[in-house]
């Protein structure tokens, strides 16, 4: 359970440090988010591998019914927080469509195997 004390408060820091960067310094953290999202594969290399070092400890610890309420939750929070930019938004999932989405293929394979995990756990008692 230490693990999971520990994710939760580079989280909670992490949040902190990025609200107080853009009230105080806003143009230092969007140079710091364009190296985080630069094309190529540095950025999906740096995100699965923090993803993978994350989730194994939780996957492990917490029940997956519980990780499933948790990710609608902040799934919901982050549309709220994205409602404002819907037109760009819609932009966007025309831009993506046309790409295609051959290049996160791996990706939506993890979602589809923790929502049939979650299933799974929800009816199979």
Do not use: C, H
């Amino acid at each position: 359970m230490l693990i999971l004390k520990v994710w939760a408060a580079v989280f909670a820091v992490l949040v902190l440090a990025k609200i107080i960067m853009l009230a105080v310094a806003r143009e230092y953290w969007l140079g710091l988010a364009e190296k985080l999202v630069r094309p190529g594969n540095r950025p999906v290399l740096i995100y699965g591998a923090a993803a993978a070092v994350v989730g194994l400890p939780v996957l492990l610890q917490v029940n997956i019914i519980e990780i499933g309420a948790v990710m609608l939750w902040t799934s919901l929070l982050m549309g709220l927080g994205l409602a404002p930019y819907g037109e760009m938004l819609l932009k966007w999932r025309d831009e993506v469509a046309r790409v295609g989405l051959a290049q996160i293929w791996w990706v939506l394979a993890v979602w589809a195997g923790l929502a049939v995990w979650m299933l799974a756990a929800v009816f199979g008692g």
